[in-house]
């Protein structure tokens, strides 16, 4: 059984002998001396252990759930330093908490909604409530009272007495409602200035238990007011009332805490709609565009960590900058130790009580697997910068060869050329063997031309790809119908001459480029069989591109199309 049914059962039987109590000797009774006094006992207590109830249930709100059963209880125990009680125990435990409900409702109210007292001085005011109603106006008064020296023979002991003073007890009374006074005033102050200078979320949210329980506290302070004078609580025709209105308050108090536990029971429902709505056909914008217009922020963005945690990342695995910019705020979602994301947005947006907890419980599994989804296309990502990396750096490793080649090897047997045709002419017979050797040495250096231009073509550097493919054309049965004379990225132009270059080594191909949407296209069209190109079809996939090929009637049109975005910015001479 959930520990708040059990105390939820605890509160029901403490009002039960509290009106037993009460009726023992109902002339010390405010409830039953106040004109509709019962009904305002038991509907106040009743309505704060119901409120208890349905707000403990969310696992957010415990220790406030805790709270409101606590302030239950001690609503009901200044009915118990009723003389006519046979229970000695039933009687000091009266006397001694008998105004302590301000203290635990003021501490409730301190630390809503999370249950806990986030800054000193509210941790101030609600030890100073404990201590004033229960130090010194319950324990402090009662240790110099004996009712029986006072004239009632037949009332219970009172366990807290150490000594027969009225004087002194009704002096440290007087103290406790000056104390209590000012204790009043300076809660309902704070209080006051806090639900002010909260966001605009916040008060939606808390608004209304806040000025419930601002109107509880007011209700007390006017009570403590006007005992001033006598130096002890009274309890008049006038006391009566003001303790009517508390009780009435209370129960409105109570009321609104279950509001806002239904609103927020409609609001995961709302938003776990939304979540199964999208179903499997979500697309990384649809799930950001349901918790934006859930929350009212179109212009909400959802980060992801992703390795270390360093780099945070949308759906779609495009880098997000944290901490966001001035304006915005960054609020942190997270299941127990795990980072699920991280919500940019307006300020305040999620500063009402349950506000994440909602957000979780209706979007939790969504969200971690739109994390997962986007931590995998991060890593796909890394791992495509990595290989176009890979291609960058053996392109520049064959143009470093064919720089070395042109300016070693290829000078040097151009030197030994230049010598033997020195050597020949200067020879007074014929040498054929020097014949020979300037004709291997013009060969080879011819081989090593056409080896160094086939590594990486000096004019695709310098004057780009349309240049370098008619330059290519000159040389094989190479047609270039359209290539626009724009520069591209060292990568991209590279791979689209390898690819040229490939498929018309030994067979008539004609070649077209266009650059549209973001994307160069090259159209290669050949007769005859096309070769292998396993190494530059996989060289495109890195680049993320794609390499595609149909044949038709003799001819097969190969299509490379590689994005713009992914192999540099497009630039122009």
Not at 17 to 41: C, D, K, P, Q
Not at 408 to 430: D, E, H, I, K, Y
Request: with cysteine; glycine share 8%.
């Amino acid at each position: 059984m959930p520990i708040r049914l059990l105390l939820f059962g605890a509160g029901v039987a403490l009002s039960l002998v509290t009106v037993v109590i009460a009726r023992a000797e109902r002339g010390f009774s405010t409830a039953l001396t106040t004109s509709h006094g019962l009904t305002a006992l038991l509907g106040a207590g009743w309505a704060l252990l119901i409120g208890a109830l349905a707000f403990g249930r969310r696992t957010s709100a415990r220790r406030t759930g805790l709270l409101l059963f606590l302030a239950a209880y001690a609503w009901f125990l200044p009915e118990w330093d009723n003389p006519g009680t046979t229970s000695s125990v039933v009687f000091s435990l009266g006397l001694a908490l008998n105004a302590a409900c301000p203290a635990v409702v003021g501490h409730m109210a301190l630390a809503y909604p999370s249950g806990r007292l986030g800054s000193w001085p509210a941790r101030a005011l609600a030890v100073a409530g404990y201590a004033i109603t229960v130090g010194v106006q319950g324990v402090g008064a009662a240790a110099y009272f004996r009712p029986q020296t006072q004239g009632c023979s037949e009332c219970p002991r009172n366990w807290w007495a150490v000594a027969d003073a009225s004087a002194r007890a009704q002096s440290i009374a007087s103290v406790g409602v000056q104390a209590g006074t000012a204790w009043l005033l300076a809660l309902i102050l704070f209080l006051a200035f806090r639900l002010l200078t909260s966001s605009p979320a916040a008060r939606r949210s808390t608004g209304l238990p806040m000025l419930c329980a601002l109107g509880y506290f007011t209700a007390v302070a006017v009570s403590y007011i006007r005992s001033l004078n006598r130096g002890f609580l009274g309890s008049d025709a006038r006391d009566g009332q003001l303790w009517q209105v508390q009780a009435g308050v209370l129960a409105l108090l109570a009321a609104s805490l279950i509001v806002e536990v239904v609103r927020a029971g409609l609001r995961q429902r709302e938003l776990t709609r939304l979540v199964i709505d999208l179903g499997g056909t979500a697309t990384p914008s649809r799930l950001r565009e349901a918790i934006a217009g859930r929350l009212g922020d179109p212009d909400l963005q959802i980060a992801y960590p992703v390795g270390a945690g360093d780099l945070h990342v949308d759906a779609a695995a495009n880098p997000v900058a944290l901490p966001p910019p001035h304006g915005r705020t960054a609020t942190t979602i997270r299941r127990g130790d795990s980072h699920i994301a991280t919500l940019i947005h307006c300020p305040g947006l999620l500063d009402s009580p349950g506000a994440i907890e909602d957000l979780l419980s209706g979007a939790r599994m969504a969200l971690e697997h739109e994390r997962l989804h986007a931590e995998s296309l991060a890593q796909l990502a890394a791992l495509r910068a990595s290989g176009a990396r890979i291609v960058t750096a053996g392109d520049e490793e064959r143009r470093r060869l064919e720089r070395d080649l042109h300016d070693g090897a290829q000078q040097r047997l151009v030197s030994l050329a230049l010598g033997l045709r020195l050597l020949r002419m200067r020879a007074a017979t014929p040498a054929r063997r020097l014949d020979l050797a300037e004709a291997e040495l013009e060969q080879a250096v011819s081989e090593l031309r056409r080896l160094a231009r086939g590594l990486h073509p000096v004019l695709l550097k310098e004057a780009g790809l349309a240049v370098a493919l008619e330059a290519l054309g000159q040389t094989r049965d190479l047609r270039v119908e359209d290539v626009p004379r724009v520069r591209y990225s060292d990568v991209l132009e590279s791979t689209v001459y390898l690819v040229v270059a490939r498929m018309s080594e030994n067979r008539s191909t004609t070649v077209s480029v266009d650059s549209r949407d973001g994307q160069l296209t090259a159209y290669v069209t050949v007769k005859g069989e096309l070769p292998d190109l396993t190494d530059l079809a996989d060289r495109i996939t890195t680049l993320e591109g794609e390499l595609n090929s149909h044949t038709e009637q003799g001819e097969t049109r190969v299509t490379a199309r590689l994005p713009l975005r992914c192999t540099g910015q497009l630039r122009r001479d």
